[in-house]
């Protein structure tokens, strides 16, 4: 429309021979020209400019920051560009999103973006810029600055929880079964026997009495932990931070914390909607934490909600994945999944058929109507209960039918259950 | 990221810089003025109506490939010439001094080169002359007599009323268009005769027989040969016979309004088709040139016209694929597409399709209307500039196309701002809070009755006593809750629960506004709840 005006206005000039307007007009246009020009070039020059991402936070509940720095390379300065992130809409971003920068020539501008911390892999970016002239005319078209990348933000360790555990049980360090066998710890002295280890043979006594005698060793209690958490769109559902899959990592954290630290190995299979993640072996030691939390953390959200997977489809995932996994040693199974796919015939059968093996298998299912209660105030809170309570006892019925064939059965609500966890494992050393 | 980019939308050359480069296209075509589009008449190769050669020339270009057609003997394309053949057929117009030494010229570079004419003219008398030939083509029309039967009448001295009477008589009376068409005989070999029909042929003269070999392979078997002035719609050929039996003939012609009549000397043999060899150059002259006329080759005869004329040409090429066949095709009328489309003379002449061609091509041609278009529009741009009123006008109307041209080629942006990424909590039951938060919800008789359970749990838990004991308000005192507001809240939550069970006559008419109450007993049972420090968020587990 302006231009259209200049132009009438110039006409209109030339019609009256009026060199005032002619002049007028013609420096308004000379004007717009050098104005698209600008926007161009300074588009050029986004098009060409470095930018570098750095990253602190890495575990949930807690700010993760980006910081990007845009470097103009160019004599040109950018006088107003809007900046704009764009990230997966299940993180929650405290900052402000959009920017209005101006970058000097040869110089470095910062922005940075603050979310709120969630368990996941989450998109962040592309990062966008649309440059103005400075009278804002022209509009450039937008200029993506930094292509979209992925990260990883791990479940908090509950710290205090974890220190009542360990007042709780027996302490840090190797479990004792008070069996003789291989391990570090001293027993007591027995005669020896052919096939024993020479270099156990305790030579002060053989000088003291004559005869062969060797240091008995107590066995050390190392169990087997399987974390396996099939997660449908359910387990994503509910309030920032208190959804059954950011409790359930949390819960599988600080359990794999205490585990590494017990020198039991544990390993984990992780089905979800987005993908399967599972350790390749059992592990033990503080590696083994490290891996659990990187698997249980792989869960990406817009995938998720992306598509619809059944638990037809998890199926024969699951069962080949058990039968790797499988050793002579008997399992402690905490099997993670929701009352739908739990009252599944074929959950039963999996369930039947690993208690039949001899491994213990502990069914952890979270009770979904529970999980909304966070969003609301304590006397709204106290509403939905009421309203909810029909669908909550379906849940706790499918429990009850669980428990009535013998399958041990917890309800999930979002309070921590690491302590019941705690002592199934202790239980299940003895 | 890989995009999947179709092929339409993939645009290499934009087309501003497609409708330039057309622009160039358009002023080069120009630059090389008015096409040259002619229709040839004639005996051209190149005319394919029925009168022209071409059929001739396409027959030849199969047997002998290095067969072309020469339009201009200024222009002779560069050949390597072994062995070749210049035809001519029937040309109307006559040689340049040029022209002839170009075809000497020509001639001499070749190792071997052969003249084939089939002309009744006279015009390629000229080459005759120039290869020093001693055959000349006479010009002179040859009659046949076969259609003649007289009756031996002598008449010496012709006039109208004469005529008329002696047709009455024994003589025979023909007229000379009906004898046009002479039978020739070709001898090309021993074994190889052909009997042609002739039309308006020539017979051909031999002016000397000079340091020549001149052999006779076409003539006629008794005939005559007749002035071509003579020759008109009202021309006779008298015929009767003598009184020594042999029979005299005479012409009857008419000059202005005089009728003449002469007699008519009968020859026994006459040539219309001779070969001479001078000095390695053979030289094959044809008293007729219709014999080889499209009209001949399209019709029922044309395998024996057609095997003539081949036996003919190879006799000059000796059969050598390779030999080099000129057809001269620059000795015709040629007529613009305009020309022959404004005479309607010619239009049975020429095929329409090839009329219609040529007009087409002639009339897209640049040169043709591009100029009087920008003369036009130059002259309309001026007119209208002139005028007063219109000027400013029309310098608005320019002043806005252009900009608004220059414009359509500005992306136009939205000037939207960006839209920011609000985290949604994504809940199981939405609904439900969201009527929650709004205070939409509605309450019945079983949702109070959940809430009395409820707190009926709670407090057996807890405090090890039921929501009927009397004892509640005081063990809740101890949990600093007022007693008698716990009484009051006993007493309120215990009578709408004896409305549900019990349902008294009064209950079931009264109707009680359930909202109401679940409201109240819900904040009353928060109040409590928070005394003895359980949360409703914590529970059931």
């Known amino acids: 429309m302006y231009i259209v005006l200049m132009v009438i206005l110039l006409a209109y000039g030339v019609v009256n021979r009026s060199d005032q307007i002619i002049l007028i007009s013609l420096s308004m246009i000379l004007l717009m020209i050098i104005l698209r020009g600008y926007v161009e070039l300074s588009t050029a020059v986004l098009t060409r400019s470095e930018v570098s991402v750095e990253r602190s936070g890495h575990t949930e509940n807690h700010d ?11 004599y040109l300065p950018i006088l107003s560009g809007e900046l704009f992130i ?5 993180l929650n971003r405290i900052s402000v999103g959009r920017a209005l920068i101006f970058i000097p020539a040869k110089s470095v501008v910062q922005y940075s973006v603050i979310f709120r911390g969630r368990v996941g892999v989450h998109r962040i970016g592309p990062l966008k810029i649309v440059v103005r002239d400075p009278l804002g005319l022209f509009k450039s078209q937008e200029i993506i600055l930094h292509r979209s990348f992925y990260i990883k933000i791990y479940p908090e360790i509950q710290h205090v929880i974890m220190r009542r555990i360990y007042s709780y049980a027996r302490g840090i360090g190797f479990a004792r079964s008070r069996e003789a066998g291989e391990g570090i710890e001293f027993r007591s002295v027995r005669d020896y026997r052919p096939g024993d280890d020479m270099r156990r043979i305790v030579w002060k006594i053989f000088a003291r009495r004559g005869r062969l005698a060797v240091k008995e060793m107590e066995r050390e209690s190392s169990i087997k932990i399987l974390y396996i958490i099939v997660a449908s769109q359910d387990f994503f559902r509910g309030v920032y931070l208190y959804t059954p899959y950011e409790q359930i990592s949390r819960i599988i954290g600080s359990v794999a914390r205490y585990v590494a630290r017990r020198s039991d190995y544990q390993s984990i299979i992780f089905v979800s909607p987005s993908g399967v993640y599972h350790t390749e072996n059992f592990l033990r030691g503080y590696n083994s934490f490290i891996e659990i939390l ?5 869960a990406n959200y817009e995938k998720i909600f992306d598509e619809e997977k059944t638990v037809e489809s998890y199926n024969s995932i699951i069962k080949d994945l058990l039968l790797k996994k499988f050793s002579r040693e008997k399992l402690l199974i905490f099997l993670f999944t929701d009352p739908a796919t739990a009252s599944e015939q074929y959950f039963e059968e999996l369930i039947n058929r690993l208690k ?27 509403i939905y209960k009421i309203k909810i309570m029909r669908e909550t006892e379906r849940e706790e019925e499918i429990l009850k039918k669980l428990r009535s064939r013998g399958i041990e059965g917890i309800a999930l609500t979002p309070e921590q259950m690491i302590i019941h966890i705690i002592e199934k494992i202790e239980m299940f050393r003895y | 990221m890989t995009e999947n980019i179709s092929r339409k939308d993939l645009k290499l050359v934009i087309s501003g810089a497609v409708a330039v480069l057309i622009f160039i296209g358009v002023l080069a075509v120009l630059e090389q003025g008015p096409p040259s589009s002619y229709i040839y008449l004639g005996s051209s190769p190149l005319n394919i109506g029925s009168l022209g050669t071409s059929e001739i020339y396409m027959i030849t270009k199969q047997i002998y490939p290095k067969t072309f057609l020469i339009l201009s003997w200024s222009h002779i394309p560069t050949v390597s010439c072994e062995k070749a053949v210049l035809i001519m057929i029937s040309p109307e117009k006559y040689y340049s001094e040029e022209d002839l030494y170009n075809i000497k010229s020509f001639a001499e570079k070749c190792n071997s080169f052969n003249i084939f004419i089939a002309d009744e003219s006279g015009v390629s008398n000229q080459i005759l002359e120039l290869f020093n030939s001693s055959l000349r083509i006479s010009g002179k029309i040859i009659l046949s007599t076969e259609p003649v039967k007289g009756s031996g009448l002598e008449i010496r001295n012709i006039s109208q009323m004469m005529v008329s009477s002696l047709i009455s008589t024994n003589m025979s009376l023909y007229p000379v268009s009906s004898l046009l068409y002479p039978e020739a005989v070709f001898n090309i070999s021993s074994d190889k005769k052909y009997v042609v029909r002739l039309d308006i042929a020539s017979s051909i003269e031999e002016i000397s027989k000079e340091s020549s070999y001149v052999e006779t392979i076409g003539f006629v078997e008794k005939g005559f040969v007749v002035n071509n002035s003579y020759i008109s719609e009202e021309s006779y050929v008298a015929s009767f016979k003598t009184s020594g039996e042999d029979m005299v003939y005479y012409l009857i012609y008419s000059q202005g ?5 002469s007699m008519l000397d009968l020859m026994k043999t006459i040539r219309v088709g001779v070969l001479e060899t001078i000095d390695k150059i053979n030289i094959l002259v044809i008293g007729d040139g219709s014999l080889f006329l499209n009209q001949v080759l399209r019709s029922d005869l044309r395998s024996n016209y057609m095997d003539l004329y081949i036996d003919l040409l190879n006799k000059l090429c000796d059969k050598d694929p390779n030999c080099l066949v000129i057809f001269d095709g620059s000795r015709y009328n040629k007529l613009d597409p305009y020309e022959i489309i404004s005479n309607p003379r010619y239009i049975s002449l020429v095929p329409m399709a090839q009329i219609i061609a040529m007009f087409l091509a002639k009339l897209l ?12 529009i130059d002259n309309l741009i001026n007119e209208l500039i002139n005028m007063s009123v219109l000027r400013p006008l029309i310098i608005l109307l320019i002043g806005l196309v252009s900009s608004l041209i220059w414009l359509r080629r500005e992306i136009s942006i939205k000037d939207y701002s960006f839209r920011e990424i609000r985290y949604v909590d994504i809940l199981n039951f939405r609904e439900l809070v969201e009527n929650i938060r709004r205070g939409r919800i509605k309450f019945d008789e079983k949702d109070f009755m959940t809430l009395y359970n409820y707190m009926n749990e709670i407090f057996i838990h807890y405090l090890g006593v039921s929501l009927e004991d009397p004892v509640l308000p005081k063990v809740l ?15 309120y939550m215990n009578k709408y629960k004896n409305k549900i069970v019990k349902k008294k006559i009064v209950d079931r008419i009264i109707p009680v ?3 109401r109450v679940v409201r109240k007993a819900a904040r009353d049972s928060l109040n409590i709840l928070e005394a003895i420090g359980s949360y409703v968020k914590k529970d059931f587990g």
């Open chain 1, 64 to 74: 993760i920051k980006i910081v990007f720095k845009i470097r103009n390379n160019s």
């Open chain 1, 356 to 382: 039949i093996l001899g491994h213990k298998i502990v069914v952890m299912m979270p009770l979904r109507s529970l999980y909304d209660i966070k969003a609301l105030s304590d006397l709204s809170a106290l």
């Open chain 1, 86 to 90: 764009e990230h997966s809409p299940h």
């Open chain 2, 513 to 515: 506004a359930w909202g």
């Open chain 1, 294 to 298: 990187r698997k249980i953390s792989s």
């Open chain 2, 477 to 491: 005192s101890d949990y600093n809750v007022d007693p008698n507001f716990v009484s009051r809240y006993q007493k």
């Open chain 2, 257 to 261: 309004s005089e009728r003449y009549y």
């Open chain 2, 365 to 376: 041609h640049p040169a043709t209307w591009m100029p009087p278009m920008v003369s036009w």
